[in-house]
């Protein structure tokens, strides 16, 4: 299977595991994927995630969370904002605050992959990738 958009693939299978309430869901490894992987798991959104295979067959385990008897999903929206058609870029002053700070925005930066809050602490700007909520 070839993605031209890994991290739109990899946001909808975990939106589709989640409503299916699968415990996990598997999307292709990258360094993007990976680094989105993790900005996720520090915000507390996924519980862990690994990668498993070799070579061309890498891919990256995700273990999803819910809560309570009825496993409600933890995330309940994943939004991607830029696409490979229309990037969508913010500099540092106009960063996205996601349902006015409830959620977070995923910005890939030249300092790396983080949330809103961490791109406005370090003052830096970048391509705004996805809402989480």
Not at 81 to 94: D, W
Not at 103 to 119: E, F, L, Y
Request: hydrophobic share 40%; aromatic share 4%; charged share 25%.
């Amino acid at each position: 299977m070839a993605a031209n958009d890994t991290i739109g693939d990899m946001l909808t299978r975990i939106r589709n595991a989640n409503l299916a309430r699968h415990q996990a869901t598997e999307v292709m490894s990258t360094k993007m994927t990976r680094n989105i992987a993790a900005v996720l798991k520090e915000e507390g959104f996924i519980s862990a995630f690994e990668d498993s295979g070799e070579g061309v067959e890498q891919r990256l385990v995700i273990q999803l969370k819910y809560k309570g008897k009825q496993r409600q999903p933890i995330i309940n929206t994943l939004q991607r904002i830029s696409k490979p058609g229309l990037r969508v870029y913010s500099n540092r002053r106009e960063l996205p605050r996601v349902l006015g700070g409830i959620g977070i925005a995923i910005i890939s930066t030249s300092s790396g992959i983080m949330t809103d809050r961490d791109a406005r602490r370090q003052g830096v700007g970048g391509e705004v990738l996805c809402y989480v909520w």
